[in-house]
């Protein structure tokens, strides 16, 4: 793996997008053409919320040659992470050994309103993590991936170090030469970088989260096959 680069230095390396059903229409086809490796799309949220998009966006992405993976928003006050995991490996979040398709990703972040930590103590947040990572793997064979901010992690969870050897890392980090780090992971193992939420990609109107992939065209694949 390498060490941190800036979004500018990376370039070289795969670069990606995030994508929800907030970019409305999405010509995949353009956004291959434009240099886009691969995607992370949303699917689910909660035990109830699927993202309308989502059976529009996965399968274009697919033909298009995006390495795709679905994403699901956490509610750890909603319901147990077991029946979480659940609701998103049976809604788009499974895995196949496809050439792409990525594991997929837990979104761990403050919701849109409310309690920042989902009124769950340090203890239960790490509980509840592990449920849901317990059960993702049963469901699929694989290590989901957590996204997530240094700042979140480390207040919601205790600076919890448990992880750091389990899930490939996606960190949040905008407008900086290098991302900050949530507790347990270092320069050489985040796996994915969001460094921006206002990109520009042709084939998507508007706004767009960007990414950065920590290695090399190869270690994509390797992450995408579980190889």
């Known amino acids: 793996m390498l060490a941190v680069a ?10 990606g997008i995030d994508v929800s059903h907030y970019q409305g229409s999405i010509n995949w086809t ?31 992405a697919y033909h298009a040659g995006v390495i795709r ?57 790490r509980n509840w993590i592990t449920d849901f990572y317990n059960t993702y793997k049963s469901r699929t064979g694989r290590d989901m991936v957590i996204y997530t901010t240094a700042s979140w992690w480390n207040s919601c969870t205790g600076s919890w170090t448990g992880m750091a050897s389990k899930s490939p890392l996606w960190v949040a980090h905008w407008g900086v030469s290098s991302p900050s780090l949530p507790a347990g992971w270092n320069n050489t193992t985040w796996t994915f970088w969001q460094y921006t939420s206002t990109g520009s990609v042709s084939g998507i109107a508007g706004n767009v989260d960007r990414n950065n992939f920590n290695g090399s065209q190869a270690r994509l694949l390797a992450l995408a096959n579980n190889t």
Request: aromatic share 12%; proline share 8%.
């Open 69 to 125: 993976g679905a994403y699901h928003f956490a509610r750890p006050s909603s319901s147990s992470g077991a029946a979480q995991a659940n609701f998103f490996a049976s809604n788009g979040g499974a895995w196949s050994a496809d050439n792409l398709t990525l594991p997929g990703a837990l979104d761990l972040e403050a919701p849109p309103s409310g309690a920042r930590c989902y009124g769950l103590s340090t203890t239960q947040m």
């Open 6 to 15: 800036s979004p500018a230095s990376a370039q070289s390396n795969p670069i």
């Open 30 to 60: 353009s956004v291959k053409n434009a240099g886009i490796d691969f995607a992370y799309i949303k699917a689910t949220e909660g035990t109830t919320y699927l993202d309308p998009r989502f059976d529009t966006n996965y399968p274009a």
